[in-house]
């Protein structure tokens, strides 16, 4: 059964400092893997997806990327505003059955300014 | 900004009643999902389609029921609702194996 884990659970930081955070997967079967954002009471909004057969995917201020093989993934963010406070999901897609995703519990992000 | 839209947002209801929350996307994308999200734990997968009259329980167990008629929609029943039915539920489509998008979610407090 695929596991899905997100550290640190929370993280604070002032303004204007790049952050890493990380997710590591315990089935390498996977189809690709999200990033996604959920703001307070709110659904997801999709950030990144990296295949399988990719190593990272950037947009913006965001970066992330995949090691199939050790089963773990970064989201890199730099100079971090206000803006980005929110709790970051990463999700896989798994190889086999109904195709869903497995999400972590999450890094909840503060941004201080 | 993805097409998929979910009524209502907030439902406050009382145990034993009937429920149905809406699940539309424009996209039309052949896959839908049902998760479920209690407060700060992970979202589960409770239902699945693949396409129109394509059903499947998730890895989760719900007591909900879905339909799939039309490909653009699908609903999620509760017969009777009780307390512990009281959660977020969020609803995603995608082609394949590409980007899930997700509508807003629904709120639900049974009483």
């Known amino acids: 059964k695929q596991e899905v884990t997100q550290i640190p659970a929370a993280l604070s930081v002032p303004e204007g400092e790049n952050l890493v955070l990380n997710c590591s997967f315990t089935d390498s079967a996977i189809y690709n893997l999200q990033w996604f954002r959920q703001d307070p009471g709110k659904g997801l909004t999709s950030l990144l997806l990296i295949q399988s057969s990719q190593r990272e995917q950037t947009s913006g201020r965001l970066n992330a990327s995949l090691d199939k093989s050790s089963g773990r993934s970064t989201l890199y963010i730099a100079a971090s505003q206000p803006g980005d406070s929110a709790t970051y999901l990463c999700?896989?897609?798994?190889?086999?059955?109904?195709?869903?995703?497995?999400f972590g519990t999450g890094t909840r992000l503060t941004v201080i300014p | 900004e993805a097409d998929i839209y979910q009524t209502p947002r907030y439902l406050v209801i009382g145990t034993g009643k009937k429920i149905t929350l809406e699940c539309s996307q424009t996209m039309g994308h052949d896959k839908m999902y049902w998760y479920q999200q209690d407060p700060g734990m992970e979202l589960h997968l409770i239902h699945y389609?693949?396409?129109?009259?394509?059903?499947e329980k998730g890895d989760l167990s719900s007591e909900s029921t879905v339909s799939r008629i039309r490909t653009e929609h699908f609903p999620l029943t509760l017969e009777s609702a009780r307390p512990s039915h009281t959660s977020q539920y969020l609803c995603?489509?995608?082609?394949?194996?590409?980007?899930?998008?997700f509508g807003p979610g629904t709120r639900l407090t049974v009483t």
């Open positions: 995603a489509s995608s082609v394949s194996s590409y980007e899930q998008y």
């Open positions: 999700a896989v897609e798994r190889q086999t059955g109904a195709n869903n995703l497995f």
């Open positions: 389609s693949y396409g129109v009259n394509s059903t």
